[in-house]
């Protein structure tokens, strides 16, 4: 539901579809401090520290993605720390 809220839906009920899912980009999850905040919180669960949990996406929260997505993407062109669509699909589901 947090990650329903920082995306502004309307409807909550801790259901995501791919397709909300999909409209997730680096560019709007870096410059979205709910957005971070929820990132963080799904690494960390995930056993990927971020460190500070500031909402900032900063150096820490970038290499926690990296750590992720070399668990989930083979392809070395997937792995930037760049936390969009992809990503999230893949922390989600």
Known sequence: MCLEKALGLGVRNGVLTT???YK????KVKTST????VLEA?????GFNPQDFSGSYADSVMNAV???QKTVFKSA???DGKAGS???T????
Do not use: N
């Open 24 to 27: 997730i980009t680096y560019t």
């Open 42 to 46: 799904y690494l960390f669960v995930r």
């Open 66 to 68: 990296k750590e992720f």
């Open 77 to 79: 062109k997937d792995i």
């Open 19 to 21: 397709a909300e899912l």
């Open 90 to 93: 893949k922390i989600v589901f």
């Open 86 to 88: 992809g990503t999230f």
């Open 34 to 37: 709910e957005l971070t905040k």
